[in-house]
């Protein structure tokens, strides 16, 4: 039953997809995907330690929020984004919790070499200022921390795909590293979004 309801989704997509992608005169981005992230070695290390208690549940996060851009041409985009990895581990029997935030917020490059904006493989490329949040969660009590600000840059690279006019669907795969307080903070994500 699913699959015939999956065919008849696409079947009706298909014919109301145009043949080119509609230029637009700004394009919104945010994202939502799978997360792995790196750490400074004593931080990456108790949160291994954590990770393999055997009443922590573990999930990570890749996210791209508030994206804006404006076309450059008909292949690249410019704009603002702020590039957003989790990771978040809950005791189940005790209501505690502890998040790790890491973020770039600043420029981004978008670059389809080979096709119009939102058809086609791309590349892209941020780069701005980077900080990472810490909260402990325990019964009685919340801690919160803050990084000073540094800097950040991310690469990556991907597919869009024209579903519907002035509707795409993009994948994509990205590296960043954060340097912040003299150390390094790493992320890899798998991101997909309609935008």
Known sequence: MLRVVFVALVCAAVPSYAAESKMERWYALWTIGYGQNGYPLDLQEALDELSYEPNVDHYAISTDVLGLYIPLGE????????????DVYTLENSHSEVDVYNYISGASFIHFPNAKIGDGGFIRVDAGMAFVTAKVISEDEENYAESDIGIGVLAGGGWAYPIREGTRFMAGLNFAIRRVEKSYFTSLGINGALF
Do not use: D, P, R
């Open 75 to 86: 292949q690249t985009l410019i704009g603002i984004v702020t590039n957003a990895n989790y």
